[in-house]
T-cell receptor, first 114, second 116 residues
């Protein structure tokens, strides 16, 4: 199957701990994105990467970090500096260049920090 | 800056009736517009997009949307609603002049409830 996988589906952490969310795609897409979804607020962009070994901050990057060492993988670390980390996190990817493609989304990870 | 407004938090419609989910947008350049659907605790599924050309766009599962440049709207429609259409719907926009991050800006979502 081709697509985007995110693991785990549910994640529970204590306040003050860093946690890493996994995102893997086998679609051969260049660009990858992390969004955060909160009730009634839609999706907000955390980080994005257009190419391996390069990534940029989105609109709400504070308290988060990412890496892009491989084309297929774009893990997101939620650090203890993120003041309100409990949310639903969605990873997306899209081809670069050429026609305007839609973004393809993974199934999401629901993070709960107590 | 680009933005999307979905003015209705929830839309209720009876099965078999037509449905409309509203979306208006604001961008500096030409808009690229998208509709996605989300079922509980799932990722977003792509329904349709408008890039250029015909203002009426047809998509998955019988959905369509009409691009109206003068009203800066991109309303989602379906002639006959199904109970299985009940879900959360998101409208999204990308500025056609954005060749950098090419990320989408999403509306806050509209919950569609189709009653049997």
């Amino acid at each position: 199957d081709g697509g985007i996988t995110q693991s785990p589906k549910y994640l529970f952490r204590k306040e003050g701990q860093n946690v890493t969310l996994s995102c893997e795609q086998n679609l051969n897409h260049d660009a990858m994105y992390w969004y955060r979804q909160d009730p009634g607020q839609g999706l907000r962009l955390i980080y994005y990467s257009q190419i391996v070994n390069d990534f940029q901050k989105g609109d709400i990057a504070e308290g988060y970090s990412v890496s892009r060492e491989k084309k297929e993988s774009f893990p997101l670390t939620v650090t203890s500096a993120q003041k309100n980390p409990t949310a639903f996190y969605l990873c997306a990817s899209t081809p670069s260049g050429g026609p305007v493609y839609e973004q393809y989304f993974g199934p999401g990870t629901r993070l709960t920090v107590t | 800056a680009q933005s999307v407004a979905q003015p209705e938090d929830q839309v209720n419609v009876a099965e078999g009736n037509p449905l409309t989910v509203k979306c208006t947008y604001s961008v500096s350049g030409n808009p690229y517009l998208f509709w996605y659907v989300q079922y509980p605790n799932r990722g977003l599924q792509f329904l349709l997009k408008y890039i250029t050309g015909d203002n009426l766009v047809k998509g998955s599962y019988g959905f369509e949307a009409e691009f109206n440049k003068s009203q800066t709207s991109f309303h989602l429609k379906k002639p006959s609603a199904l109970v299985s259409d009940s879900a959360l719907y998101f409208c999204a926009v990308r500025d056609g002049r954005d060749t950098g991050r090419r990320a989408l800006t999403f509306g806050s979502g509209t919950r569609l409830q189709v009653q049997p």
